[in-house]
């Protein structure tokens, strides 16, 4: 009898979270480097208009990330992570735009580029983290007609990693990204003293599925 193709493919995964298991537990030093190529899914989202919402398709998505060990369970970590899909416009109500724009669409580039602090918990080689950071998120259309816009962006995340040895390990993870924009700015004096004030929102909510192949040296 012959598994499913997709019980087929989990087997290796499952190999290695077993494998990792049976090792004894693995104590990483702090000056130590982690290098991850990532391989996941993201989700596109949509953003939000007067006359309609741009749709980003899902997708495959890939990435790197370069850890530094600070203490035993701290990590500041660098990842950038690259989704290509597709963004299409589509309007509320086809009477009220621009007819050029209706159906209009364009191949999309979405890459995400950011630091993060990572606290990893447990004592054995199995360590749950929890991860948050800031950074720039960039869209890159392929069509020449629309413009690359650069954005500030956040992030959190969440994920275990399982360490093999003390040169190899695994890393499953889950982030949500968050791109930022601002409104609008001010800066007021009075009686009650004075201040800053900054408008800012969240155009589109993504996130991403992931796993690596940790390399640590």
Known sequence: MSLPR???????VVGLFLLGLAQPAVSQQKGSIEITPTFG???????????GEVDVDDGAQYGLILGYRVQKELVVEFFWSYLPSRAQFEPY????VDPDLVGASTDLGTHYFQLNALYEMGRGKTKPFLGAGAGIVMFSPENSKYETNVYAAMNFSGGVKIYLSEKLGLRLQGRLLMPLYVTGGGFYVGTGGTGVSVGAGVPIVQGDLSAGLMIII
Do not use: D, K, N
Request: glycine fraction near 18%.
């Open 93 to 96: 109500y086809l009477t009220s």
């Open 6 to 12: 997709g019980m087929r493919r989990a087997i290796p």
């Open 41 to 51: 899914y993201q989700w596109g989202g949509s953003v939000q208009g007067y006359e």
